[in-house]
């Protein structure tokens, strides 16, 4: 354990083996950090905020403040973040609303430079948040989900596993598992393809995906009618259940192409140009 002289730790803090704690950094009450864990100059666990194993706190990150809401009255509330966790330089993660709540980040994510994650949100494992993204309160993000730089988005919005969102987008309504959504507002623009190939899914599924998607999306029919096309013209494997179960269950609701952008979609190479235009997008905002 390597603890440097002008860092200030709480009494009531546990710090497992092998942590590192640089100059100047504060941990506050009630904290838990990870055994290999580091946390660099300047960065601050503001209080109630548990960290795992072999995660990096980058200078000026702030995590465990209390969360912008004006009906929070500083009852214990958490922050609860999992093992190798990347957290770069000036990125925050607010505690919950609620007494006995707490802000989630899964294992394996990393949040770069810039990027909040308001009270209540919850993050699956291996979520990366590029720079600048903004979280509102009790958002929720699947797995492996990637969200480009200066990203907004709205409170209470759910954002479906291996989605992908380009850069400089913004969303009010939810945002499907599979999809690549690009715009402001954010719209579906094809399938996330690449995340789809690393995670294992074969030729089949991905193709049995992007039929439910142009069922959904881009055949001029509304959610309900596609739903029941879906059901009777697509094979219900475990991919295409959950994404049917999220599109019925969404409270918010995934909005849909307008008309022009639907046409230029219906084109056979069009998911392919959009799926590129998102990657440029997003690389160039990370």
Partial sequence: MIIHPTAIID?????????????????GPHCKVGE????????????????????????????????????????????QIGDNV???ECATV????????????GDGCMLMAYAHVAHNCTLGKEVILANSVQLGGHVEVGDYAFLGGILAIHQFVKIGRLAIISGG??????????SMSDGRPAVVVGINKVGMKRRGYDLASRTRIK????????????????????????????????????????????RRPHELMRNDLDRPDAQEGAS???????????
């Fill in 36 to 79: 290999g864990t580091r946390i660099y100059a300047n960065a601050v666990l503001q209080g109630y905020t548990t960290l795992g194993k072999n995660c990096q706190v980058s200078p000026g990150a702030v995590l465990g403040g209390f969360p912008q809401d004006v009906k929070f009255k500083e009852w214990p509330s958490y922050v």
């Fill in 211 to 254: 039929k439910a998607f142009q069922l959904l999306w881009f055949s001029g029919l509304n959610h309900k009618q596609a739903l029941e096309a879906i059901r009777n013209e697509v094979e219900m494997d475990d991919s295409v259940q959950e994404l049917v179960s999220f599109v019925e269950n969404s409270k918010r609701g995934v």
């Fill in 169 to 178: 987008s913004a969303s009010r309504q939810d945002i499907p598992p599979f």
């Fill in 11 to 27: 009494p009531t803090v546990e710090l497992g083996p092998g942590v590192e704690v640089g100059p100047h950094a504060y941990i």
């Fill in 276 to 286: 590129e235009a998102i990657i440029e997008n997003l690389m160039e905002c990370m």
């Fill in 86 to 88: 990347i957290i770069r």
């Fill in 94 to 105: 607010n505690r919950a609303t609620g007494e006995g709540e707490a802000t989630v980040v």
